[in-house]
C-alpha cells in the first residue's frame, strides 16, 4: 500500500476540489466539499480498493489523508 495512490484514490471522490490540494497532511475535514455522504463514499472506496472496513469512528479520529492512511495500513 503506497500512501501516494491512497491520495489518488481519496481526491477521485471530490469533484469540486482541485487534485493539486490532496496532500499526506491535508485536513479533509476542512475542505468545503467534505461531508458525510463524501465520508461514507472513503468507507466504500476503502473498501472496495483495499479489502479493509473501517468505522466512522476511524474517519472522525483523522486528522489529516496520512491519519486515514494509517488507519488502513493497520487493518490490512
Do not use: C, H, P
Amino acid at each position: 500500500m503506497i500512501l501516494t495512490d491512497f491520495i489518488k484514490n481519496f481526491s477521485s471522490l471530490f469533484d469540486e476540489t482541485d487534485a493539486n490540494v490532496f496532500q499526506a497532511d491535508t485536513n479533509f475535514k476542512k475542505l468545503d466539499e467534505w461531508s458525510s455522504l463524501l465520508a461514507l463514499s472513503v468507507i466504500a472506496m476503502i473498501d472496495e480498493e483495499y479489502g479493509v472496513t473501517i468505522k466512522g469512528k476511524d474517519i472522525r479520529e483523522a486528522e489529516i489523508i496520512e491519519d486515514l492512511f494509517n488507519a488502513v495500513k493497520k487493518l490490512k
